[in-house]
């Protein structure tokens, strides 16, 4: 990995010109059904748009585009459920580097199914994402592999923190986004656009959805 630094709001404007050749932004609908149930003005960003279907393809786009020669020649490796996975095998693909992802041996087939059809090599090891990763970790150090943590990588979080600078742009006036929280990495890139246009990413600004927490992450949005 990479020397870790907090990404800034430059870092999320830096992304979005990175990411922009290969991700379309995408659309923000109200529904006014949605709304009065919740008693407010409801927009949803529909991330399902992504060509994987899931919002983290803007980290992977954006960390392997910035990735060294040499990183690029040894290639990469993460572990993930699904999701993460596909991210880094979409933007692997484009960049036309090795990527091997290690998933739980139960993972969701569809999922598993999809990161091969991208390309990537799949590695089953384990009962849950923790052994997958810990198995990563150790193929990261026996061949060298750039190991790409799921979310504790700065390109990433900057990656994702566009989806918010999106939302903010076409909608100005919004008052509180919600961000579901698995790895955290898009909560912090939604709190670092937050600050920068002038809200609390500790007050209302961003909203942090979960249900019952458990160690912290939820594996299986990872």
Same mark, same amino acid.
């Given at each position: 990995?990479?020397?870790?630094?907090?990404?800034?709001?430059?870092?999320?404007?830096?992304?979005?010109?990175?990411?922009?050749?290969?991700?379309?932004?995408?659309?923000?609908?109200?529904?006014?059904?949605?709304?009065?149930?919740?008693?407010?003005?409801?927009?949803?960003?529909?991330?399902?748009?992504?060509?994987?279907?899931?919002?983290?393809?803007?980290?992977?786009?954006?960390?392997?585009?910035? !990735?060294? *020669?040499?990183?690029?020649?040894?290639?990469? =490796?993460?572990?993930?459920? +699904?999701?993460? /996975?596909?991210?880094? &095998?979409?933007?692997?693909?484009?960049?036309?580097?090795?990527?091997?992802?290690?998933?739980?041996?139960?993972?969701?087939?569809?999922?598993?199914?999809?990161?091969?059809?991208?390309?990537?090599?799949?590695?089953?090891?384990?009962?849950?994402?923790?052994?997958?990763?810990?198995?990563?970790?150790?193929?990261?150090?026996?061949?060298?592999?750039?190991?790409?943590?799921?979310?504790?990588?700065?390109?990433?979080?900057?990656?994702?923190?566009?989806?918010?600078?999106?939302? !903010?742009? *076409?909608?100005?006036?919004?008052?509180?986004? =919600?961000?579901?929280?698995? +790895?955290?990495? /898009?909560?912090?890139? &939604?709190?670092?656009?937050?600050?920068?246009?002038?809200?609390?990413?500790?007050?209302?600004?961003?909203?942090?959805?979960?249900?019952?927490?458990?160690?912290?992450?939820?594996?299986?949005?990872?």
């Amino acid at each position: 990995m990479s020397e870790l630094t907090t990404p800034t709001f430059a870092d999320v404007l830096a992304a979005r010109d990175r990411i922009a050749p290969h991700l379309r932004p995408t659309p923000l609908y109200r529904y006014p059904v949605l709304s009065e149930l919740v008693g407010a003005e409801v927009w949803v960003k529909h991330e399902n748009h992504q060509p994987v279907g899931a919002f983290k393809v803007r980290g992977g786009v954006n960390l392997v585009a910035q !990735l060294s *020669e040499d990183e690029r020649r040894r290639g990469l =490796v993460t572990a993930s459920t +699904g999701n993460h /996975g596909q991210s880094i &095998a979409f933007a692997a693909g484009l960049h036309d580097v090795k990527a091997t992802i290690c998933v739980p041996e139960q993972a969701n087939p569809v999922k598993v199914g999809a990161i091969r059809a991208l390309g990537a090599e799949i590695v089953e090891h384990g009962r849950d994402f923790d052994d997958a990763r810990e198995h990563c970790e150790r193929l990261a150090a026996e061949h060298g592999y750039r190991y790409v943590h799921s979310a504790n990588e700065p390109d990433l979080i900057s990656g994702v923190g566009t989806i918010a600078l999106e939302i !903010l742009e *076409e909608q100005p006036g919004t008052d509180v986004v =919600v961000v579901p929280l698995g +790895g955290g990495s /898009g909560v912090a890139g &939604a709190c670092i656009v937050a600050e920068a246009s002038g809200r609390s990413p500790s007050s209302s600004s961003v909203c942090v959805a979960t249900p019952a927490m458990s160690s912290g992450s939820f594996p299986e949005w990872t």
